[in-house]
């Protein structure tokens, strides 16, 4: 499957923004889809997950209450709202997927075989 994340950009602490991940070229509703993000320096580090058709999701500690993840199989998409940004959560986003995989590799980025190529997400202070 092919991912195009898209949605990021610039906002101030405290504000919003919705993150999306198109897929093509699979069955989107059997493939369990992640955000992680990379700030410079930094690992990728885990952000959320979406299983498959019956949709658990499964949150970073840091992003629980803030960020929603969530899934659209009719349009092939996977969304990640996220509320309350601070400025230490600029980086660059990316959505990953695969099938398969296992609650306990979740958070795992050599879980998923599939990447999109990364949005930016900018948090002013």
């Known amino acids: 499957v092919q991912l195009q994340a898209s949605g990021g950009g610039l906002v101030q602490a405290g504000g919003s923004l919705r993150l999306s991940c198109a897929a093509s070229?699979?069955?989107?509703?059997?493939?369990?889809v992640a955000w992680f993000r990379q700030a410079p320096g930094k690992e990728r580090e885990f952000v959320a997950a979406?299983?498959?058709?019956?949709?658990?999701?499964y949150y970073a500690d840091s992003v629980k209450g803030r960020f929603t993840i969530s899934r659209d199989n009719a349009k092939n998409t996977v969304f990640l709202q996220m509320n309350s940004l601070k400025p230490e959560e600029t980086a660059l986003y990316y959505c990953?997927?695969?099938?398969?995989?296992?609650?306990?590799?979740?958070?795992?980025?050599?879980?998923?075989?599939?990447w999109g190529q990364g949005t930016q997400v900018t948090v002013s202070s």
């Open positions: 979406i299983r498959r058709s019956g949709g658990a999701t």
């Open positions: 070229g699979g069955t989107f509703s059997t493939y369990t």
């Open positions: 990953a997927a695969s099938r398969g995989v296992i609650v306990s590799a979740l958070s795992s980025s050599n879980a998923y075989h599939s």
